[in-house]
């Protein structure tokens, strides 16, 4: 089917973004960059009382529509999530969200957002980031 | 009364010779409008590969066994065909490589390490390929020498009236440029830039991967001092290219890779070099990738290279008037008199990415990126642009089927 990777759940998201937006109230927030397309991803997560539930997360970004969707798609997954869990969740779980058939140049697109999210959380809980996943290491991170 | 045929080719005919098109990309007729990426190989090219493993194959120049002896027929006349397809004045002058970029490695380190220093200025282009940039950036800043890039007109073209403000700043020694460029198709003029570097005693190295497959190259009239090309981007096999260069130059030329082969004699205490070009082809050979490559002239001369120059014209006079009805649609680059067959173009609002996708459900192969160009990107203000490109089995429907599909884009995307 012609329309596999453009669905429509995909192109909503692309252009309905969920928690698009700046957070001002920031505990955590990290940049990402893929200088081979030019797809950019900000992330700003917020926490609960607690220090750890993830109580409001947001990004911002421009790029092809599969980085941003997904990242939309992510915006929706990790709400009301500890910080350790989101840390720990496997690049399949979004990828299964996003359910489309994703060559290894569109995984990079799609990945971005999980990317910087995990960069981000790294930086202000100290949580793991992941020993590899898709062309990490071609992205600028701020 | 003479009458001058234009030279004519027949797309249609000759897309019989090229296997891959028999296929369908997603039930659709496969569109490649990629060619500058890489071109697609005739069956006349594939045939002579495997004839060749099947029948004359040896490792090349040692040997006294017959094998041998015909291997090394099939190489060096591939090497004779490639002086002949750029006119260079001598076989011994045509030095076998991986391909362009390892071409422009070759000059850049072995020309420039040793002649290179502080005073002196490496002058490039905005327009080039990151094989014709990179390499001597590199080689400036380990010298010492001043790096510099001449700039572009708005329309996408030399801005040749830059070049005396650097000639002032330093003495050019190097002045390094695309015969044609990749990203926007600008065909330089490199008679002109060859005198001009001659006249301030500057080397002239001319990146010619995406001019030599579409357009008769003729090195002595270019007036160059170094020239390289691929064969895979002209129906030949990836891994073999070659660089062409002055012989008094490259027989002064330090070596650039080193072992077997490109010796003279070998002692513990002093190794001398062979002779040219072998002092620059160490190790094995592509062997039978250079016979391919010597097919691959065949096969593009039995065309006629003024035939494919003549025929990527008229496609692009016709693509850019089709382009230019589709609202929302930036062009870059010359005016089509200026240019070769390739165009780069975004699509307001809409990611190159997704652009490129959308156009391969349709069966349309269009790349999406930066094109080894990133500082081109930059002047024009975008981080990747969609290219289309033509070669000689190129259709018009298939500039058609683009331009369908780019509607295709909108609808989907917006």
């Given at each position: 089917m012609s329309d596999d990777l453009y669905r429509e759940v995909i192109l909503d998201h692309y252009k309905n973004p969920r928690g698009y937006g700046p957070l001002e109230e920031a505990d955590a927030r990290a940049e990402g960059m893929n200088p081979l397309c030019?797809?950019?991803?900000?992330?700003?997560?917020?926490?609960?009382?607690?220090?750890?539930?993830?109580?409001?997360?947001?990004?911002?970004?421009?790029?092809?529509?599969?980085?941003?969707?997904?990242?939309?798609?992510?915006?929706?997954?990790?709400?009301?999530r500890s910080a350790d869990e989101v840390a720990a969740m496997p690049k399949e779980e979004l990828l299964e969200e996003v359910a489309i058939p994703l060559t290894p140049v569109r995984l990079k697109c799609a990945l971005l957002g999980l990317g910087v999210l995990k960069v981000a959380l790294h930086r202000a809980k100290g949580t793991p980031l992941p020993a590899e996943w898709a062309g990490a290491d071609e992205i600028d991170f701020k | 009364m003479a009458v001058t045929a234009r030279p004519k080719l027949d797309p249609r005919?000759?897309?019989?010779?090229?296997?891959?098109?028999?296929?369908?990309?997603?039930?659709?007729?496969?569109s490649y409008l990629d060619s500058a990426v890489t071109a697609?190989?005739?069956?006349?090219?594939?045939?002579?590969?495997?004839?060749?493993?099947?029948?004359?194959?040896?490792?090349?120049?040692?040997?006294?066994?017959?094998?041998?002896?015909?291997?090394?027929?099939?190489?060096?006349?591939?090497?004779?065909?490639?002086?002949?397809?750029?006119?260079?004045?001598?076989?011994?002058?045509?030095?076998?490589?991986?391909?362009?970029?390892?071409?422009?490695?070759?000059?850049?380190?072995a020309w420039g390490l040793t002649n290179l220093g502080p005073g002196d200025l490496v002058l490039v282009t905005e327009l080039e390929h990151h094989s014709n940039f990179v390499p001597w950036q590199y080689v400036a800043a380990r010298t010492g020498a001043g790096f510099r890039m001449l700039r572009l007109t708005d329309g996408g073209e030399l801005d040749l009236s830059g070049l005396d403000a650097i000639a002032g700043e330093g003495s050019v020694k190097v002045v390094a440029t695309n015969l044609v460029s990749n990203s926007l198709g600008t065909v330089n003029p490199i008679e002109r830039l060859s005198a001009w570097a001659h006249e301030h005693g500057a080397i002239m190295v001319v990146d010619a991967a995406q001019a030599a497959p579409h357009r008769a190259i003729d090195v002595q009239a270019l007036?160059?001092?170094?020239?390289?090309?691929?064969?895979?981007?002209?129906?030949?096999?990836?891994?073999?290219?070659?660089?062409?260069?002055?012989?008094?130059?490259?027989?002064?030329?330090?070596?650039?890779?080193?072992?077997?082969?490109?010796?003279?004699?070998?002692?513990?205490?002093?190794?001398?070099?062979?002779?040219?070009?072998?002092?620059?082809?160490?190790?094995?050979?592509?062997?039978?990738?250079?016979?391919?490559?010597?097919?691959?002239?065949?096969?593009?001369?039995?065309?006629?290279?003024?035939?494919?120059?003549?025929?990527?014209?008229?496609?692009?006079?016709?693509?850019?008037?089709?382009?230019?009805?589709?609202?929302?649609?930036?062009?870059?680059?010359?005016?089509?008199?200026?240019?070769?067959?390739?165009?780069?173009?975004?699509?307001?609002?809409?990611?190159?990415?997704?652009?490129?996708?959308?156009?391969?459900?349709?069966?349309?192969?269009?790349?999406?990126?930066?094109?080894?160009c990133q500082p081109l990107m930059d002047r024009l203000g975008v981080v990747a642009t969609n290219r289309a490109s033509f070669y000689l089995y190129t259709l018009p429907e298939e500039i058609d089927r683009l331009v369908d599909g780019l509607h295709r884009v909108r609808k989907i995307l917006g």
């Open positions: 030019g797809d950019e991803v900000t992330i700003a997560v917020a926490f609960d009382g607690d220090g750890d539930t993830i109580s409001d997360v947001r990004f911002e970004g421009r790029g092809c529509a599969i980085s941003q969707a997904a990242t939309s798609m992510l915006m929706e997954m990790v709400e009301g | 005919k000759l897309r019989a010779d090229f296997p891959i098109f028999e296929q369908t990309v997603n039930g659709k007729p496969l697609q190989k005739p069956r006349q090219v594939l045939d002579a590969l495997r004839t060749f493993y099947e029948t004359s194959y040896g490792n090349v120049h040692r040997g006294v066994y017959y094998l041998s002896e015909r291997a090394t027929e099939g190489y060096e006349g591939a090497r004779e065909k490639v002086r002949g397809f750029i006119n260079a004045p001598a076989t011994r002058e045509v030095v076998f490589t991986r391909g362009t970029t390892e071409g422009l490695n070759l000059v850049a380190y007036g160059c001092d170094f020239l390289a090309f691929s064969a895979h981007k002209m129906c030949g096999p990836t891994s073999v290219g070659a660089v062409w260069g002055h012989g008094a130059l490259l027989e002064a030329m330090e070596p650039f890779n080193l072992g077997g082969h490109m010796i003279r004699r070998v002692t513990f205490e002093k190794t001398t070099w062979g002779e040219l070009p072998h002092k620059f082809e160490a190790g094995t050979a592509p062997i039978a990738e250079a016979v391919g490559l010597g097919a691959a002239i065949d096969y593009v001369e039995d065309v006629g290279l003024e035939a494919i120059e003549a025929h990527e014209h008229e496609l692009l006079t016709y693509a850019l008037e089709r382009l230019s009805d589709l609202p929302g649609l930036v062009l870059y680059g010359p005016p089509p008199e200026r240019r070769a067959g390739i165009i780069s173009f975004n699509v307001e609002g809409i990611h190159p990415h997704d652009v490129a996708q959308v156009l391969d459900m349709e069966g349309v192969a269009i790349r999406a990126g930066h094109h080894c």
